[in-house]
């Protein structure tokens, strides 16, 4: 066993060096690649805040050039030697919020631009990454959602699905304190790709429910979730959606001081929380850096019902659901002129409690290394050149009662390039290639799965055309995968397809649209479903695959319309999502060891629902505001022609909730609910409904430099009782009960 430490270890670091070079001499070389000969032009603004006077401690950014200069005193900024092109301009200030405008640069002219900041956040002024170029929600015909700023600070939980399981659309899988996935709109596992900077995160997570995302929220500053056509851009693996998460590891902008950072502390009353984190930044001149680390402890949680695991009762603590995580990243990158080369290492290890099984606990070890190579000067016929490469080393042992019982191992390595077309007319957009291999294996009691080598490689192009008011979206990408397991008596698989979708835009004046979008795409069989076969603790079944299975593919159209007016700001979003050959355990009905036996098969399936959010201004000023929040979300999943629910999809869920701000002072009260489940799939269980009450207040403080951030927050205050249906563990494992928080932040 150590001697295959020691080979895993050599190949790792031959592939880091490899990828260095890679990306040093790809990055250099279209940087120092001849300009054509064009006129640039400058980009002059004026910030103002709400009130009319210019904002105190503000900073411009032209994202896609990867620029960011200091505010004047006056409220004046400006961008030089800028390519002709669309962009979007944002200022932001730690009081008064933020503002977007987008701007158009003429060869050879100056534009000007004026930009009014809010200290509330509207829809259509979050900037997304859901194409090559930089967009507003309201530019992109995807529904999109993007927590950041207060919004993720509130919603932050140990993990990335618990802290996006509030948003309109999404829900959790809630297996542990220690794992919880995301679900979109009833999509979970291997159909939902979780990506950091863009790149895959290289776990085991969407092996198993009781496997953990490599991604510690404390350390997230921004997530986007794309659904629709949008997600084309990143492969098979996300046909029902993407989770992007954005954490700063790599430095992404020249830093305007030496050394600045956060130190952040944190306790929780219902598991008895402690946490830790700190942020540092730095450099100047070509040079920045970053350091990050993250400890959290955190105790077996309280829970509100009756307990039914091991045929106890009564409330208290829930044995075995503790969970400790620590996690650390340092990085720096390297500016030459119009471009940069940067590089991050990563540590994430997380050790916690599988609440089902007394006695067993996960013990978790990430170690990350990624590269992030840019060119924002024009060469050619291109914009631009995006270079993105990371490789993980992954391990996780199942510890029952602490002696090792099984071993999961998962090498995995991602490369992807974009070059980013400059604006021709009309037309903008990107073309592309990526490619990934992973080798999952797994060695022990719980081993079944056979040692599997993936190997995937993609050719993209997505494309823009403005008209206006109204753009047009066009994309495409051809997927191959080679999938091959041990022993060599097991046949390998390889498959190849074509997705494509079509999208379009209407501006409907002001700050409102509406969009449609099309998209065909399709998902190949993992390792998990082609060759398992035995017996899946965290399902509760014996999981057999089948080599045969074809590739499932499915036809999506969304329509949403989305805005503002006068005193009223909302989004509506309607789906349907009719799958071919769509890929699921059966549970038939069997048993083997006396766990149900699990068939991978297939059978066509349909999705329906939508999500609605509406935001109405109770009463406003300059400097407050105060608005009813109105939001709910519905799917529902069947095999087509059958009328039989799919596993695991969400109830209807709505509510209301009152939310303040002010420049120092935000609050906010909700309610929510859950309606009762009872469209149910073959071995499934009724899943109750029910009502939670959240609440929070914050409140900034500012002294010179330096910010201060306090942060009290209450969830489940009515200490209900509550149990999720796309657990899979919901009838033995409830969620939390009441919990008080306190956060303290130093920024500086």
Same mark, same amino acid.
């Given at each position: 066993m150590r001697w295959v430490t020691h080979v895993r270890d050599a190949a790792l670091a031959r592939r880091a060096v490899g990828l260095v070079a890679v990306a040093t001499w790809v990055s250099l070389g279209a940087a120092a690649a001849p300009v054509a000969a064009q006129l640039l032009g400058v980009i002059v603004g004026r910030a103002m805040g709400s009130d009319g006077a210019p904002p105190k401690g503000a900073e411009a950014t032209l994202p896609d050039l990867r620029l960011k200069v200091e505010v004047a005193t006056d409220g004046s900024f400006s961008f030089t030697e800028v390519?002709?092109?669309?962009?979007?301009?944002?200022?932001?200030?730690?009081?008064?919020?933020?503002?977007?405008?987008?701007?158009?640069?003429?060869?050879?002219?100056?534009?000007?631009?004026?930009?009014?900041?809010?200290?509330?956040?509207?829809?259509?002024?979050?900037?997304?990454?859901?194409?090559?170029?930089?967009?507003?929600?309201?530019?992109?015909?995807?529904?999109?959602?993007?927590?950041?700023?207060?919004?993720?600070?509130?919603?932050?939980?140990?993990?990335?699905?618990?802290?996006?399981?509030?948003?309109?659309?999404?829900?959790?899988? +809630?297996? /542990?304190? $220690?794992?919880?996935?995301? &679900?979109?709109? #009833?999509?979970?596992?291997?159909?939902? !790709?979780? @990506?950091?900077?863009?790149?895959?995160?290289?776990?085991?997570?969407?092996?198993?429910?009781?496997?953990?995302?490599?991604?510690?929220?404390?350390?997230?500053?921004?997530?986007?979730?794309?659904?629709?056509?949008?997600?084309?851009?990143?492969? +098979?693996? /996300?046909? $029902?959606?993407?989770?992007? &998460?954005?954490? #700063?590891?790599?430095?992404?902008?020249? !830093?305007? @001081?030496?050394?600045?950072?956060?130190?952040?502390?944190?306790l929780g009353s219902v598991s008895g929380e402690r946490r830790g984190s700190l942020a540092l930044d730095g450099g100047g001149g070509e040079w920045a850096w970053h350091i990050d680390g993250v400890v959290t402890d955190a105790g077996d949680y309280e829970i509100a019902g009756p307990r039914q695991l091991g045929g106890e009762s009564g409330g208290g603590s829930l044995a075995n659901s503790d969970n400790h995580t620590n996690s650390a990243s340092v990085g720096?990158?390297?500016?030459?002129?119009?471009?940069?080369?940067?590089?991050?290492?990563?540590?994430?290890?997380?050790?916690?409690?599988?609440?089902?099984?007394?006695?067993?606990?996960?013990?978790?070890?990430?170690?990350?290394?990624?590269?992030?190579?840019?060119?924002?000067?024009?060469?050619?016929?291109?914009?631009?050149?995006?270079?993105?490469?990371?490789?993980?080393?992954?391990?996780?042992?199942?510890?029952?009662?602490?002696?090792?019982?099984?071993?999961?191992?998962?090498?995995?390595?991602?490369?992807?390039?974009?070059?980013?077309?400059?604006?021709?007319?009309?037309?903008?957009?990107?073309?592309?290639?990526?490619?990934?291999?992973?080798?999952?294996?797994?060695?022990?009691?719980?081993?079944?799965?056979?040692?599997?080598?993936?190997?995937?490689?993609?050719?993209?192009?997505?494309?823009?055309?403005?008209?206006?008011?109204?753009?047009?979206?066009?994309?495409?990408?051809?997927?191959?995968?080679?999938?091959?397991?041990?022993?060599?008596?097991?046949?390998?698989?390889?498959?190849?397809?074509?997705?494509?979708?079509?999208?379009?835009?209407?501006?409907?004046?002001?700050?409102?649209?509406?969009?449609?979008?099309?998209?065909?795409?399709?998902?190949?069989?993992?390792?998990?479903?082609?060759?398992s076969h035995g017996v899946h603790a965290a399902t509760n079944a014996f999981e057999i695959g089948d080599p045969t299975l074809r590739p499932e593919s499915s036809v999506g159209v969304d329509v949403s319309v989305e805005g503002s007016r006068g005193r009223l700001t909302g989004e509506l979003a309607l789906f349907a999502q009719d799958f071919d050959d769509f890929i699921f355990p059966d549970v038939a009905g069997a048993e083997i060891d006396g766990f149900p036996v699990a068939h991978y098969r297939q059978t066509d399936a349909e999705f329906r629902g939508g999500e609605v959010e509406t935001s109405i201004e109770v009463f406003g000023t300059d400097r407050h505001h105060l608005d009813l929040k109105l939001f709910a979300d519905y799917v529902r999943a069947e095999q087509t022609g059958r009328g039989q629910a799919l596993p695991r999809i969400p109830p209807l869920g709505y509510g209301a909730g009152l939310h303040f701000h002010g420049e120092r002072t935000h609050a906010r009260l909700e309610w929510r609910?859950?309606?009762?489940?009872?469209?149910?799939?073959?071995?499934?269980?009724?899943?109750?409904?029910?009502?939670?009450?959240?609440?929070?207040?914050?409140?900034?403080?500012?002294?010179?430099?330096?910010?201060?951030?306090?942060?009290?927050?209450?969830?489940?205050?009515?200490?209900?009782?509550?149990?999720?249906?796309?657990?899979?563990?919901?009838?033995q494992v409830p969620m939390p009960g009441r919990d008080v928080s306190l956060s303290l932040r130093l920024q500086f």
């Open positions: 390519a002709p092109g669309s962009y979007l301009v944002v200022v932001s200030s730690p009081v008064q919020g933020h503002g977007v405008s987008r701007v158009e640069v003429a060869a050879g002219q100056t534009a000007e631009v004026e930009i009014q900041l809010h200290v509330v956040t509207h829809s259509e002024e979050l900037v997304v990454s859901a194409s090559p170029e930089l967009r507003s929600r309201l530019e992109i015909a995807s529904p999109t959602t993007v927590v950041t700023g207060e919004d993720l600070d509130i919603a932050r939980q140990a993990t990335l699905g618990e802290t996006l399981a509030d948003e309109p659309g999404i829900a959790a899988t +809630s297996f /542990a304190q $220690g794992a919880s996935r995301p &679900v979109i709109r #009833g999509l979970e596992g291997d159909r939902v !790709r979780m @990506l950091t900077g863009g790149m895959g995160t290289g776990d085991a997570s969407s092996t198993s429910p009781d496997h953990g995302v490599t991604i510690d929220p404390a350390t997230v500053h921004r997530v986007e979730v794309l659904r629709g056509p949008a997600t084309l851009l990143y492969g +098979s693996s /996300a046909i $029902g959606g993407v989770v992007n &998460v954005e954490d #700063g590891r790599i430095p992404a902008f020249r !830093r305007n @001081l030496p050394l600045s950072g956060r130190v952040e502390i944190g720096g990158t390297r500016f030459f002129g119009r471009g940069s080369l940067g590089m991050s290492v990563a540590g994430f290890e997380s050790d916690y409690g599988l609440p089902v099984e007394p006695g067993v606990r996960i013990d978790m070890r990430q170690q990350r290394f990624d590269v992030q190579g840019e060119v924002t000067k024009p060469f050619g016929t291109f914009r631009g050149l995006r270079l993105r490469a990371g490789l993980t080393d992954y391990e996780h042992s199942e510890l029952d009662h602490g002696e090792v019982a099984t071993v999961f191992f998962n090498d995995y390595f991602e490369a992807r390039a974009e070059l980013i077309q400059k604006r021709h007319g009309r037309l903008s957009g990107s073309v592309g290639a990526q490619f990934s291999s992973q080798e999952l294996s797994a060695e022990g009691l719980e081993a079944f799965l056979p040692p599997t080598d993936t190997r995937d490689w993609a050719v993209f192009a997505f494309e823009q055309i403005d008209f206006g008011r109204v753009s047009l979206e066009l994309g495409g990408r051809y997927d191959n995968r080679d999938v091959a397991a041990a022993p060599a008596a097991i046949s390998d698989r390889s498959f190849g397809d074509f997705s494509a979708s079509a999208g379009a835009v209407v501006r409907t004046g002001g700050e409102s649209a509406v969009s449609v979008s099309l998209a065909r795409a399709h998902k190949f069989p993992n390792g998990q479903e082609l060759y609910r859950r309606d009762e489940q009872d469209r149910l799939a073959t071995g499934e269980t009724t899943t109750a409904g029910s009502t939670v009450v959240n609440a929070s207040y914050s409140h900034r403080f500012i002294a010179g430099e330096q910010i201060y951030d306090v942060l009290l927050r209450g969830r489940n205050l009515t200490d209900a009782e509550v149990r999720v249906h796309t657990s899979f563990v919901k009838d």
